[in-house]
């Protein structure tokens, strides 16, 4: 293990000097036997692969086995329209498919696109990928650690390392040998892992694992070796297209061999089987459903999210527990401070994030630091003992929909906890620029792993301060005075005592606190001893800081809540910290719990699973235990979708039934893993695209009532016909017209419909849940049933006019396809609600009204203009035929939702009864 040996044999293992490193030569030949310092990736898919690939799906087969049978029967009208649908599907999957990809690599950024390296004992600047196991590279503050590297110099070097860890605060680093034994990764404090930033200090280091060797490295292998989950969608589109191929072929045999044993000529019932077939098998379902899908996505990367496969959203919509990583997810990753102490007051800081937007208050009401010197003085050491610089930038274009003027962008250069000071002190209108002429910066004693503080000395009107911050305990030793509603007194054991029990306040409620004071130098004082300066030092008081929850994510858990939906918190980070972000949230309900690490380690996988559902946090987690976290869930029935930003995610993310990586702060390997990408970060987005797969699901579920009962209606109108040994109410070519032409467009406008009001209400579907469960299955067949009847009855009725000549027939048939197109047209409207027609407005969908009147004028065309007549077998009708079409067309959807109207009732009356009686009871 490279933690454990000395710097001199780390070197030694590698031969190399670190005064000279590497020769040219050695590195490259390094290189050439341990391959470049880079992740493998995928190998891109190629554009016509990518675009055969939408052609696999087994419907799509299906049907162009049926285009090839059309097509030798001189069908040519049926298989044209079949093949521009699949094509026209093949191409809407093709381009979105295309266009996530091309998101996805703008997003990408190279962790570390360059490197400094001693070469032939010279400093030189060559990209990462170059660098070779035993090459001694330079890092400094800001930078991205290239490789996995030991380091053999380290001055105040600090290292964020949450991509990797979970963990927010800055690890100190030194170069110590350290113990033998497993340690783990969080505390392998004299090295340094590829990807994560240098927030303070400069380090010299041996570069020890390059590429695939890394710690990343090891994580992306693990996600390699990860089985994808397949989507509920694609496990129901499946189930269904074997259904209905079965009853289509089945029902089809028993029309053709009916229609034959009747006396029906056997090409003329070939044909008509071969439409039926057709018609059962609903050929604009994949393009319906990826046009549901792909618009679907349209409004997710509207609303900041990036999907990566087409049914990953619809995957969302049965989500029952979101696994979420705590540091950039839920928080905001910016260290701000919310509560000072001092002379025994407690004041709160409002405002988070960077924005230098907030006050500092008192009972509610802002302080005024003109009457309040020790509060000043404190903001004064914040501000000036401190190395962090905070940004102010804006940004380049105002966001699409955006209103208002355009606002400026906040970040930090250096340590996220002295950024947090830097922010505190503006926030009160005292920065570093303020205090330009007043404060003269003079010397600093850098804060270290041992010292746990700094100090910097300070010229001020003609004499010196000494100003430090740092560990409390550590800060608390060094003074001797306090300063008390801002007089200087000793420091006595009482008080001392208040500010201990202040700390530790703090510290229970996860805050991070640093202690600050001060002294006025005297002339005596020497500069050059640092001990002897830093004693007898001014207590001011303490800072509380927390990187903070995001806004918005609270009332998202709640939304969560409401829907069923369970949301956990699984990080790196320490479990008080973990528990009290997770409890601000309002996630842990009363009897929750929480887990470690170390407990998760402890727990066979029968053990683990019997405390899934209690549990709600899981911190200082290794990257397998988030796998077995995930694993856990599934195996107790859950739908899991799991997020994050860390290389640390990204196995369990692509583990679980739908991985959302973070496009902002989020590693590639994680975003490689995923299938849905939040380009914002924001934990709030999750539960829009949850609403948005949830809409999906039960758009496509709309439709598939709406198309399945109508080709139902079409199968049971020419089915009873052959059995009744009526003629044939439909002839092939007025079937194919309805299926292909007449139904696709209102099916494709329910693939948009507005979501009813209280689907996130509704707790999440199973993932075995049947696509016909709920009644769908006994809505379809019923309507379809009653479309089919009435039609066969309006058909019935006009032949008696005139039975035994060709122009009754005629007639007859075209009151038969007006009924059976106008019945489907009205049946649209009550496929909106799973409840019935009545309960919502017709005219909100303006789509579908659009739609439904586009297919009605297509009907009319083809009765109407002579030249298709003859083509369609159709013939103009008149008022009477109309006055028949439209009384038996909407006979099946006024009986069914009169028949819903009264169920309602009757389980609101039960329901009211129950109620009643129970009171009564009590």
């Known amino acids: 293990m490279w933690y454990q040996m000395e710097a001199e044999e780390a070197a030694r293992a590698h031969d190399v000097v670190p005064a000279h490193g590497l020769t040219w030569d050695e590195a490259k030949a390094r290189r050439e036997r341990g391959g470049n310092n880079e992740l493998t990736e995928k190998r891109n898919v190629p554009l016509i692969v990518l675009f055969l690939n939408q052609f696999k799906d087994f419907m799509v087969l299906v049907l162009m086995a049926a285009t090839l049978v059309s097509g030798l029967l001189g069908e040519y009208l049926d298989a044209i329209t079949i093949v521009a649908i699949i094509v026209m599907n093949g191409i809407l999957g093709f381009i979105q498919e295309f266009r996530a990809e091309r998101s996805l690599r703008a997003l990408k950024e190279l962790s570390a696109p360059t490197a400094k390296v001693i070469r032939d004992g010279e400093l030189a600047q060559v990209p990462a990928r170059e660098l ?25 070097l600090y290292v964020e390392e949450s991509a990797l860890t979970g963990e927010s605060v800055p690890v100190g680093k030194h ?54 989950m397949e989507t509920p969608l694609q496990h129901r589109l499946e189930q269904l297209g074997k259904i209905l191929i079965a009853v ?31 018609a059962a098998i609903p050929e604009g379902l994949p393009a319906i459903v ?26 969302l919509g049965c989500a029952s527990v979101i696994c979420s990583d705590k540091t950039g997810t839920l928080t905001q990753n910016k260290m701000t401070v919310t509560h000072v102490w001092l002379g025994g007051d ?33 903001l004064q050491i914040g501000v000036l003992c401190n190395n962090a610089v905070l940004h102010e ?142 004693s007898q030092l001014v207590f001011v008081g303490l800072a509380g800081m927390i990187d903070p929850p995001r ?95 860390g290389v640390n995610d990204a196995p369990a993310i692509k583990a679980s039934d739908i991985g959302i990586a973070m496009g902002q702060t989020g590693t590639d390997v994680t975003k490689e893993a995923s299938a849905l990408v939040l380009s914002d970060d924001n934990f709030a987005t999750i539960v829009s695209a949850i609403e948005e797969g949830r809409g999906i699901y039960e758009n496509i579920r709309k439709f598939i009532r709406y198309l399945l009962a109508s080709n139902v209606g079409e199968i049971m109108t020419m089915f009873l016909a052959m059995m009744l040994g009526m003629p044939m109410p439909l002839v092939p070519i007025q079937i194919l017209w309805v299926n292909l032409v007449t139904d696709g467009l209102p099916a494709m406008a329910l693939g948009v419909d507005q979501p009813e009001k209280d689907l996130m209400q509704q707790r999440p579907r199973t993932a075995k849940e049947n696509i016909f469960a709920r009644r769908l299955g ?33 007639k007859a048939q075209s009151v038969a396809f007006a009924t059976l197109v106008m019945a489907q047209l009205i049946h649209v409207f009550d496929c909106r609600s799973s409840r019935s027609i009545f309960h919502r407005n017709p005219l909100q969908n303006k789509y579908l009204v659009l739609a439904v009147l586009s297919s009605l004028a297509l009907m009319l065309v083809v009765m109407y203009v002579e030249p298709l007549q003859p083509i369609f077998k159709t013939v103009p009708l008149g008022v009477k035929e109309w006055l028949i079409t439209l009384v038996f067309a909407g006979i099946p959807t006024f009986l069914m939702g009169f028949g819903s109207v009264l169920t309602t009732r009757r389980r609101k009356r039960r329901k009211l009864i129950g109620g009643y009686n129970s009171k009564v009871a009590a």
């Open 248 to 278: 289509a072929i089945g029902l089809t045999i028993m029309v053709v061999i009916a229609g034959i044993l009747h006396g029906q000529p056997p090409y003329a019932m070939f044909l008509a089987g071969v439409s039926l077939a057709v």
């Open 132 to 156: 070779a196991a035993g090459d001694i590279v330079l890092i400094e503050s800001g930078d991205r650690i290239p490789a996995d590297v030991r380091f053999i110099e380290a001055n105040s």
């Open 393 to 534: 930038e804006m940004p380049e274009q105002k966001r699409k929909g955006a209103k208002g003027p355009l606002k400026p962008v906040f970040s930090i250069k250096g340590d996220p906890t002295e950024g947090a000071l830097v922010v505190l002190g503006a926030k009160a209108g005292i920065t570093r620029q303020s205090l330009e002429g007043l404060y003269d910066r003079k010397g600093e004693l850098p804060f270290d792993s041992d010292r746990k503080r700094m100090s910097v000395l300070m010229h001020h009107q003609g004499g010196r301060l000494l100003f430090t911050k740092g560990a409390p305990d550590v800060v608390l030793e060094k003074c001797a005075y306090v300063l008390w509603d801002g007089k200087v007194i000793p420091f006595t054991p009482t008080l001392k005592q208040k500010v201990i029990a202040a700390n530790e306040g703090m510290a229970r409620s996860a805050l991070r606190v640093l202690g600050f004071a001060y002294k006025e130098l005297k002339s005596t004082d020497r500069e050059d001893t640092p001990h002897t300066l830093e």
């Open 778 to 810: 006994w809505k379809i067949i019923s309507r379809g049933l009653l479309i089919g009847v009435c039609t066969l009855a309006a058909f019935w009725i006009m032949l008696q006019e005139n039975p035994d000549s060709a122009a009754g027939l005629l």
């Open 346 to 378: 407690v004041l709160e800081v409002t405002g988070d994030g960077y924005e230098p937007s907030g006050h500092i208050v008192k009972a509610g009401a802002p302080v005024d630091l003109r009457q309040n010197q020790t509060l000043r003085r404190l």
């Open 290 to 315: 990826t046009i549901a899908l792909a618009l679907g996505v349209q409004r997710m990367i509207k609303r900041k999210a990036i999907v990566r496969k087409l049914p990953s959203v619809e995957t």
């Open 551 to 645: 806004k918005e994510v609270r009332d998202a858990i709640q939304t969560c809540k409401r829907a069923g939906i369970k949301t956990v918190m699984i990080t790196g980070d320490h479990l008080a910290t973990a528990e009290a972000i997770a409890r601000q949230l309002g996630m842990i309900p009363a009897n929750g719990l929480s887990m470690s690490g170390q407990q998760i380690a402890a727990l066979s996988d029968d053990e683990l699973d019997e405390k899934t559902d209690q549990t709600y946090v899981y911190a200082r987690v290794s990257p397998e235990h988030k796998l077995r976290i995930v694993k856990s869930l599934q195996r107790k029935g859950h739908v899991v979708a799991m997020t994050g930003d």
């Open 175 to 228: 170069t110590e040998a350290l113990e033998s034994g497993e340690v783990p990764l969080g505390d392998q404090k004299n090295l340094g892992f590829m990807g994560t930033m240098v927030t303070r200090g400069t380090a010299k280091g041996i570069v020890v694992r390059t590429g695939m060797g890394t710690e990343m490295g090891k994580i992306a292998d693990l996600i390699q070796n990860t089985e994808t």
